[in-house]
């Protein structure tokens, strides 16, 4: 009984660390610099399309693909950011929604026009797919991986923008855009590189959900309401409210599944309404 | 400048040629498919399987010309799919509605096909009741109880299981494959001993594995609709521990797709499914299909593309039956105890029921020179709909 409630909680807390991986990046775009970036998932896909590129077509092993995918990302970001959504970043929230939401039907006719409609296969190293028993529990290592890779991401990510230079300006465009180009901070120059890294931080995201959660073309619009949850739920602006927001969400889906399966893909939801009543800024909302 | 000339002179030359010659007499078929969305593969698997037979076969039948209408209902959609086969029945004038995939689009399109009394081969939807709902349906792909069916038998008499545990998708086709697999295991003396249901679209299926292990059984059916799903969940078997000696999972042959096998990798070795068709079924009339179809698409044909290739068989049957002519009585009437060889193998269109009669196959997921395949381990001949057999009674 307490063998199985610590597998369930085990479980949850990885699979929330796959949503966390997923939407840290929006949390960037979207919480820090307000833009309502619904072609997040988008970003994820490419990620996610680059490694399975490499893996399968060049025979690339799978950690090699990762900073890959992150690059790609970032680098088809800086383009779309310059192109188009630079022009958006005052306009209304509508506007922007239209915008982004344009970009991901055109992301996923774009994919399916290239590799064609059918599931790309993810196959990781054996190594990969086994599973560690402790104490009579299983855990598998790919789980393990998401949870180090994920709490990886969190520490750095909170350091960067806290405690160095660039985070600094970063926090300073983004809260006080005309003192910060009235200090002489490079405003546009730092909206991309942030935008940047938001996206590549999708395009790894994608590229480490999809042994769990499979590639298709349909991909950049089923974890978008995902993402959307957790960075809604943890707050905007704020990286550790997504992480707090993923791992509460991963651990009572993974928990109402098991033990009330009857209410199945609805908890997630309630969880979600039911934090957002309570705290509607989020968990750690600053607006 | 004088080639430039020539150019031109010589494009409107061919153009002149080319011009229609005095209009054929056609048969418009209207297909309505999800050509994008969540099931975009199908469609364009079953696309290509029916194109194929137009290409091997001439696109005139009958001495008319076929000449075809695509519409995407984008996903499940049953309003959108009705209002595309009224367009196409009011604006386009088809004479056929045919495609179809997904059991609410297919049901949604039989109310129009039955008032505006239009013939309607199904090479997709497989909810039982859809024959039920237009007197101008006939069905040539296959239904969940079908397969669920022979493989709840086969499952406690040759697979010798007695315990068994069901899990399936939380809408009605897996309603229909739980249903049928667990009457069809009790009747033939097993015991169900458990079982779930989870969300339509679940990225995540290790608390639901989980609860299956907890209660030890020595058989697991599952359902989920194809997709990225399969291989999820055959990982998380695979993760949580599931002995596949010990505990065997059955399944449907959506389970075990290519592209899912693929996924899976080594983890898939070894799951029971029951299905109509296989690019591995070994007779001569597949192995000339699916070269066909690497050739003509670089890929191996699937259960959706054999149902367009069957479909567009019945279509052709059925117009020669008649002469070209396309109202709708006439057509069901020379469709309705059609019996062909398909590459899946001997099939028919049940006189009574317009339904398909078919091959079920039981296989077994094993490596076969480094690539995992659903080896055939017994066939079940014959298979009607076991929910419509028992209607009549």
Redesign the interface.
């Known amino acids: 009984m307490i063998g ?1 409630f610590a ?2 909680l085990f ?2 807390f990885a ?1 929330g660390m ?1 949503l966390f991986l997923l939407s840290v990046g929006l949390s960037v775009t979207l919480g820090m610099m307000n833009f309502v970036n619904l072609a997040h998932c988008s970003f994820a896909m490419l990620g996610g399309y680059v490694t399975v590129t490499l893996m399968d077509r060049a025979g690339w092993p799978f950690f090699a693909t990762l900073p890959v995918a992150f690059l790609a990302a970032a680098a088809a970001s800086v383009v779309l950011e310059r192109a188009l959504f630079r022009r958006l970043y005052r306009a209304s929230d509508l506007d922007q929604c239209l915008l982004t939401i344009g970009i991901v039907f055109v992301s ?2 774009g994919a ?1 026009y290239v590799y ?8 990781l190293p ?1 190594y990969l ?1 086994t ?1 560690v028993t402790l104490g009579g529990l ?1 855990f ?1 290592v ?2 393990l991986f998401l949870i180090g890779a994920a709490l990886v991401i969190t520490v750095v990510l909170v350091a960067a923008l806290e405690y160095t230079r660039f985070g600094a300006r970063v926090r300073a465009a983004v809260d006080n855009q005309r003192m910060a180009r009235g200090l002489g901070i490079d405003v546009d120059g730092v909206f991309a590189v942030t935008f940047a890294l938001g996206s590549g931080l999708a395009g790894l995201g994608g590229a480490l959900a999809i ?8 991909f950049a619009f ?2 978008l309401i ?1 993402v959307i949850i957790v960075v809604s739920v943890g707050g905007l602006a704020s990286i550790g409210g997504s992480f707090v927001a993923a791992t509460l969400i991963g651990i009572s ?3 109402g ?2 033990y009330i ?2 209410l ?2 609805f908890l997630i939801y309630l969880v979600m309404v039911g934090l957002l009543m309570w705290r509607p800024a989020g968990l750690f909302g600053r607006r | 400048m004088r080639s430039r000339l020539l150019g031109v002179v010589s494009l409107v030359g061919a153009l002149l040629v080319a011009a229609p010659a005095p209009a054929q007499p056609t048969v418009k078929i209207g297909l309505i498919m999800t050509y ?3 099931f ?2 199908a ?2 698997q079953m696309d290509n399987g029916l194109k194929l037979y137009v290409k091997q076969h001439s696109d005139t039948v009958a001495g008319k010309k076929l000449e075809f209408i695509r519409r995407d209902t984008g996903g499940i959609a049953p309003d959108v799919a009705k209002r595309l086969a009224q367009e196409l029945v009011v604006r386009d004038r088809v004479d056929i509605l045919s495609g179809w995939m997904a059991t609410p689009n297919t049901l949604a399109g039989a109310d129009v096909s039955a008032e505006a009394r239009k013939f309607m081969p199904v090479m997709n939807g497989a909810g039982t009741l859809i024959p039920t709902k237009s007197p101008y349906i006939a069905r040539v792909s296959f239904t969940l109880p079908q397969s669920a069916g022979a493989l709840g038998t086969w499952a406690v008499t040759k697979g010798g299981f007695k315990k068994a545990y069901t899990m399936v998708s ?1 809408f009605s086709p897996g309603h229909e494959a739980e249903q049928e697999f667990q009457r069809a295991f009790k009747e033939a003396g097993g015991e169900i001993i458990g079982s ?9 299926f ?3 594995v ?2 299956a292990k ?1 209660v030890n059984p020595e058989a697991i059916f599952i359902f989920v609709p194809g ?3 399969p ?2 969940l055959g ?1 998380a078997f ?4 599931v002995d596949p000696k010990k505990t065997k999972i059955l399944g449907s042959g959506e389970v075990t797709t290519e ?2 096998l ?2 899976m ?3 898939g070795i070894g799951i029971i499914t029951a299905w109509h068709y296989d690019y591995n079924i070994n007779s001569p009339l597949n192995h000339a299909f699916v070269k066909a179809y690497r050739e003509a698409y670089g ?1 191996n044909p699937d259960f959706f593309s054999v149902g367009g290739y069957d479909g567009m068989h019945l279509i052709y049957e059925a117009l020669k039956k008649t002469g070209g002519k396309t109202d709708a009585e006439a057509l069901i009437a020379a469709a309705r105890d059609m019996a062909w060889e398909s590459p899946r193998g001997p099939m028919s269109v049940d006189p009574e029921t317009r339904d398909v009669v078919q091959t079920i196959y039981i296989r077994r997921v094993e490596k076969v020179a480094g690539e995992l395949v659903n080896v055939v381990i017994d066939k079940v001949e014959n298979v009607r709909d076991p929910v419509k057999a028992r209607m009549k009674k």
Not at chain 1, 211 to 218: I, S
């Open positions: 199985s597998g369930v479980d949850g699979y796959l996923v006719a399916a064609g409609t059918l599931q790309q296969p993810v196959q054996d797919r599973a299983r598998p790919y789980r042994e769990m959660v499979g590639l298709d073309p349909a089923t974890y995902y889906d993974m928990a599944k098991y399966p009857q199945g893909a | 994008s969305g969540q975009a593969d469609a364009t939380d779930v249901r989870f969300p339509v679209a679940n990225p995540d290790s608390a639901f989980q609860r907890d997709g990225v799903q291989a999820a990982k695979h993760e949580r521990g592209q899912a693929k996924s990798g080594d983890a890929r």
